[in-house]
């Protein structure tokens, strides 16, 4: 019989997809059991060799946190009993610690727990890589989740391209012809280019002769409807019309990908379309730019809001991105998608529905 891991991640749904080649290593040699938040928890699904997704909204991850309970506490202890888990691997980025999970794992009697931690761990885990001494902190969100597994004794492949699996048909969604997406949205307020820059964009990209695509959240429907007006009579607004399933399947149509340094640019990644990565310098993009496609990096890395990790902008005017202009972004997309037209790259292997990876 084989064993079963638990493989946790318990931020949101770029997170979770950026811990798919780690999750794949664990695979090949057990059945894998994802721990995911409220906000991961459908890309935790897409993942090709998860068997099962468990959804556990975390107090010391969540913002806003939910309230910490004996309740819930229980609550998570029993599933994991009741899961029969032989042993987990708590994935993390680099301000973040495991130990608070790995608690609620031992009493929940899970015999070995791996992960990273700067913290003295005493007994909560039995397989520990250092940050800065044993994991290198400036490496990509993907190197660091395959460092953990591989301490665990699940060692990576070569290819550590994004994957997911169960991709749908969005071809009745986007019609006839080729198209580049703009997905102007973002959960955090100072990831965002302003929408105006993603209007002119959307407007010199029709002038062009290219097709629009907008996407996004049923409440970003004001945003979208600005995109897809500026792109003229033949752009497509899907705002609120595609699940994450559905979302993949027009990534996975598109020849190029417009976005912030959110969840889409990494499951634009995940089905191998080239991305236009507005990135905002409050978190490092050398561990969260989209991976292993053709991307275009554009906004000002040396910002004062560098490594700030901030929510909303802590610099008047957002200078890391307002100054990035249109022609700018526009001209990206269309040498992106040129060079994927003239020279086609090959998509990302798309898994079984059942996850196992074979």
Same mark, same amino acid.
């Given at each position: 019989?084989?064993? /079963?891991?638990?493989?946790?991640?318990?931020?949101?749904?770029?997170?979770?997809?950026?811990?798919?080649?780690?999750?794949?290593?664990?695979?090949?040699?057990?059945?894998?059991?994802?721990?995911?938040?409220? @906000?991961?928890?459908?890309?935790?699904?897409?993942? #090709?060799?998860?068997?099962?997704?468990?959804? !556990?909204?975390?107090? !010391?991850?969540?913002?806003?946190? #939910?309230?910490?309970?004996?309740? %819930?506490?229980?609550? &998570?202890?029993? /599933?994991?009993?009741?899961?029969?888990?032989?042993?987990?691997? +708590?994935?993390?980025?680099?301000?973040?610690?495991?130990?608070?999970?790995? &608690?609620?794992?031992?009493?929940?009697?899970?015999? /070995?727990?791996?992960?990273?931690?700067?913290?003295?761990?005493?007994?909560?885990?039995?397989? $520990?890589? $250092?940050?800065?001494?044993?994991? #290198?902190?400036?490496?990509?969100?993907?190197? %660091?989740?395959?460092?953990?597994?591989?301490?665990?004794?699940? #060692?990576?492949?070569?290819?550590?391209?994004?994957?997911?699996?169960?991709?749908?048909?969005?071809?009745?969604?986007? =019609?006839?012809?080729?198209?580049?997406?703009?997905?102007?949205?973002?959960?955090?307020?100072?990831?965002? !280019?302003?929408?105006?820059?993603?209007?002119?964009?959307?407007?010199?990209?029709?002038?062009?002769?290219?097709?629009?695509?907008?996407?996004?959240?049923?409440?970003? /429907?004001?945003?979208?409807?600005?995109?897809? @007006?500026?792109?003229?009579?033949?752009?497509?607004?899907?705002?609120?019309?595609?699940? &994450?399933?559905?979302?993949?399947?027009?990534?996975?149509?598109?020849?190029?990908?417009?976005?912030?340094?959110?969840?889409?640019?990494?499951?634009?990644?995940?089905?191998?379309?080239?991305?236009?990565?507005?990135?905002?310098?409050?978190?490092?993009?050398?561990?969260?730019?989209?991976?292993?496609?053709?991307?275009?990096?554009?906004?000002?890395?040396?910002?004062?809001?560098?490594?700030?990790?901030?929510?909303?902008?802590?610099?008047?005017?957002?200078?890391? &991105?307002? =100054?990035?202009?249109?022609?700018?972004?526009?001209?990206?997309?269309?040498?992106?998608?040129?060079? @994927?037209?003239?020279?086609?790259?090959?998509?990302?292997?798309?898994?079984?529905?059942?996850?196992? +990876?074979?």
């Amino acid at each position: 019989m084989r064993r /079963r891991v638990l493989v946790a991640r318990l931020d949101s749904m770029g997170d979770v997809l950026l811990a798919g080649p780690a999750v794949r290593a664990v695979a090949r040699e057990a059945e894998v059991i994802m721990l995911c938040g409220p @906000r991961g928890a459908a890309a935790g699904a897409l993942l #090709p060799g998860v068997r099962d997704v468990m959804v !556990w909204d975390a107090p !010391w991850i969540s913002d806003p946190a #939910p309230a910490v309970t004996g309740g %819930r506490i229980d609550q &998570l202890i029993h /599933r994991l009993r009741t899961a029969r888990i032989d042993e987990a691997v +708590i994935l993390t980025s680099f301000h973040q610690s495991p130990l608070p999970l790995a &608690l609620l794992l031992r009493l929940a009697g899970v015999d /070995r727990i791996a992960g990273a931690s700067v913290d003295y761990p005493g007994s909560l885990l039995d397989v $520990r890589l $250092r940050p800065g001494e044993d994991l #290198p902190e400036d490496i990509p969100e993907v190197d %660091r989740a395959c460092a953990i597994v591989e301490a665990a004794g699940f #060692p990576a492949e070569a290819d550590r391209r994004l994957r997911v699996r169960d991709v749908a048909d969005a071809s009745a969604l986007v =019609g006839d012809g080729r198209y580049i997406v703009l997905h102007p949205g973002a959960a955090v307020g100072a990831r965002r !280019w302003p929408a105006e820059g993603f209007a002119g964009a959307a407007r010199l990209l029709a002038e062009s002769g290219r097709r629009v695509v907008v996407t996004g959240a049923e409440g970003e /429907r004001d945003l979208t409807a600005l995109l897809a @007006r500026a792109a003229g009579p033949h752009a497509v607004d899907l705002a609120g019309a595609c699940d &994450l399933r559905l979302l993949a399947g027009v990534l996975a149509g598109a020849d190029a990908v417009v976005v912030g340094n959110t969840g889409p640019a990494h499951l634009a990644a995940a089905v191998g379309t080239p991305v236009v990565s507005l990135f905002s310098p409050v978190v490092p993009a050398v561990r969260w730019a989209p991976y292993g496609v053709p991307v275009a990096l554009l906004g000002d890395q040396d910002a004062p809001c560098r490594g700030t990790r901030a929510r909303d902008c802590p610099v008047p005017g957002h200078p890391c &991105l307002a =100054g990035v202009a249109p022609a700018e972004v526009a001209a990206a997309a269309i040498r992106l998608a040129d060079a @994927r037209e003239a020279h086609p790259i090959e998509a990302n292997p798309i898994d079984t529905k059942d996850g196992a +990876i074979r």
